[in-house]
């Protein structure tokens, strides 16, 4: 962090504190290498709620904005539990992924687009177990970079034009408890394609596992070929897909769904 802090308070070593204020004003904050500037926060002690707050900090967050409130209470002589809301409004996701790098190639590889985000955690400070969370990540306008986690689930649909790489939204709601996302909802669609889907990410390893559903008439030239024959006539192919490995170098399966499965059927059984 660069910037100041002012702080004013009375504290009494046998009664703590009876009055507190904390007002920060940082040129730059770097939180694993995503930059927040011009951020402006002031936090207030409540004697009577034994809380330390912070109502409408502001900042700015690579080419967005950053607002949210902070809540920090002692419920017991050694158990402090902290409530936090963050929301990230029109950041410009390529500068937010590369962290503020400018190498020109990490520019033409990274995943673009607008983002709005939400963030709501608590826990007890020092206790991952209390950990409980929610966060919202909305994309608007996304291209997606080809060598980005994301063109993993295109490459293996063998889709090559510059269109299947372009979405209109990108949706995922998810929860936090302990060290797992939850996330109950990931949506991508564009022109050509789509992509749902659920399933969770360990925040240790970053460890995924997604099933996905692509849809759309682009899905029908992925491999194997027999989707193709066998959903032509559905007015749009459909593909399950089984995303695991780690959210930087994740493992794609494709699986037939239960109609195409049935559809096999006919088929015959191998004796």
């Known amino acids: 962090m660069r910037g100041t802090v002012d702080v004013a308070a ?10 507190g204020r904390l007002q920060l004003a940082a040129d730059r904050i770097s939180i694993k290498g995503k930059d927040v500037t011009d951020l402006n926060a002031e936090l207030l002690y409540d004697p009577n709620s034994r809380t330390w707050s912070a109502e409408n900090f502001l900042g700015r967050c690579h080419g967005g904005r950053l607002l949210g409130s902070l809540r920090i209470e002692q ?13 990230l409004v029109r950041v410009d996701l390529q500068k937010f992924l590369l962290g503020g790098r400018l190498d020109q190639a990490a520019e033409t590889n990274t995943t673009s687009g607008t983002m709005n985000a939400t963030l709501g955690l608590g826990a007890r400070i020092g206790d991952g177990s209390s ?16 060598v980005s986690p994301l063109a993993t689930l295109l490459s293996v649909l063998s889709l090559t034009e510059p269109a299947d790489y372009a979405f209109e939204r990108m949706l995922v709601e998810s929860y936090l408890k302990r060290e797992k996302l939850l996330i109950g909802t990931f949506d991508m669609s564009g022109r050509n394609l789509a992509f749902t889907g659920s399933g969770s990410m360990d925040l240790n390893d970053r460890g995924i596992a997604l099933t996905l559903t692509a849809r759309g008439r682009r899905v029908a030239a992925a491999k194997p070929s027999i989707f193709q024959s066998l959903t032509e006539g559905l007015g749009g192919a459909v593909v399950r897909m089984e995303v695991t490995g780690t959210a930087d170098n994740p493992k794609v399966e494709t ?9 096999l059927k006919i088929l015959g059984t191998p004796q």
Do not use: H, N, W
């Open 75 to 87: 419920i017991q002589t050694s158990v402090v539990e902290y409530l936090a809301t963050i929301g």
């Open 10 to 19: 009375i504290y009494d070593t046998a009664t703590g504190f009876s009055s």
């Open 255 to 263: 699986k037939a769904l239960p109609l195409i499965e049935d559809s």
């Open 131 to 146: 950990r409980l969370g929610v966060c919202r990540v909305d994309v608007a306008d996304m291209q997606v970079g080809r």
